[in-house]
């Protein structure tokens, strides 16, 4: 038997699209395409709606996520860890994409704040560490207030 492996699986309509080793066997090659929550209409049209607003849509766009996600999964042999590396890719993405936001787009940044707090709460993720919330409340009761944490900035400089 050789100690080189050929695998290779293309599954364009999972998601994960494909898996390969590279030629020397040093990696695996797997490339995942996970499906990304959307807001439900013109996000331009929120820019001066309530929290309460926005974290409703955000709700909406988190349980049309499941769905697609789940629906996605269908092809996958081990859907379950499929699942949960698409939950914490998408916090992560979700936390990324809050990070690169500007001034101005604090409308984006709870929903996109909201999202991932939502999505770190899944029952499938239970138990690992995704960070801190990125909506902290301020107050208390019917006064409390969300925010977001302060973003932090990523280094481009190549490893």
Same mark, same amino acid.
């Given at each position: ?36 929550? =959307? ?15 926005? =974290? ?46 500007? !001034? ?52 481009? !400089?190549?490893?």
């Amino acid at each position: 038997m050789s100690s080189y492996l050929s695998f290779q699986w293309p599954n364009p309509h999972g998601v994960c699209c494909y898996r390969s080793f590279d030629n020397p066997n040093d990696h695996s090659v797997i490339a995942i395409k996970v499906p990304w929550l =959307q807001w439900p209409n013109d996000p331009l049209e929120d820019v001066h709606s309530p929290w309460w607003v926005i =974290q409703d849509k955000t709700l909406a766009a988190v349980r049309l996520w499941k769905k697609i996600l789940h629906e996605r999964l269908s092809s996958e042999t081990y859907h379950k860890h499929m699942k949960i590396s698409s939950i914490v890719l998408m916090n992560e993405q979700l936390r990324l994409t809050i990070d690169d936001l500007g !001034d101005g787009d604090d409308h984006l940044k709870l929903f996109y704040g909201f999202a991932a707090d939502e999505i770190a709460k899944m029952k499938e993720v239970k138990g690992l560490d995704l960070g801190k919330e990125v909506v902290k409340w301020v107050g208390s009761g019917r006064d409390a207030v969300p925010v977001f944490r302060r973003v932090r900035t990523r280094s481009t !400089d190549p490893v």
